[in-house]
């Protein structure tokens, strides 16, 4: 069984910051992509930002110059710093993992639970 767990999600005021961590565990052969995602209310959950496993991001236009995401691959962990966080950034984040089982070389998404954060205005 592989689990995410996040943690660092909270309310901010506009303009501050905010620091995500996430964690897989499990019976883990090899992490190829991780990342994060968000789901305002009412919206599409979407891409934030990913990184795979030698250090190439994607990231989305609106958090681009604000947002930096980090791993530590011995960790099987993801960060994801927040900078000038807007109004517009509250959403449910979700960390996302594409992992292979130990023993095998199949790769499967995970998610984690998500975490709520809100800026205010």
């Known amino acids: 069984q592989v689990q995410l767990v996040e943690s660092g999600g909270g309310l901010v005021q506009a303009g501050g910051s905010l620091r995500l961590s996430c964690a897989a565990s499990?019976?883990?052969?090899?992490?190829?992509?991780m990342g994060w995602y968000r789901q305002a209310p009412g919206k599409q959950r979407e891409l934030v930002t990913t990184?795979?496993?030698?250090?190439?991001?994607n990231n989305a236009d609106s958090v681009k110059g604000r947002f930096t995401i980090s791993r530590d691959n011995a960790k099987n962990a993801v960060y994801l710093q927040m900078n000038s966080l807007k109004p517009e950034d509250t959403a449910v984040y979700y960390c996302?993992?594409?992992?292979?089982?130990?023993?095998?070389?199949?790769?499967?998404?995970?998610w984690g639970q998500g975490t709520q954060v809100t800026v205010s205005s």
């Open positions: 996302y993992a594409r992992i292979a089982y130990s023993g095998s070389y199949c790769y499967h998404d995970h």
């Open positions: 499990g019976s883990i052969f090899s992490i190829s992509v």
């Open positions: 990184m795979t496993g030698v250090g190439s991001t």
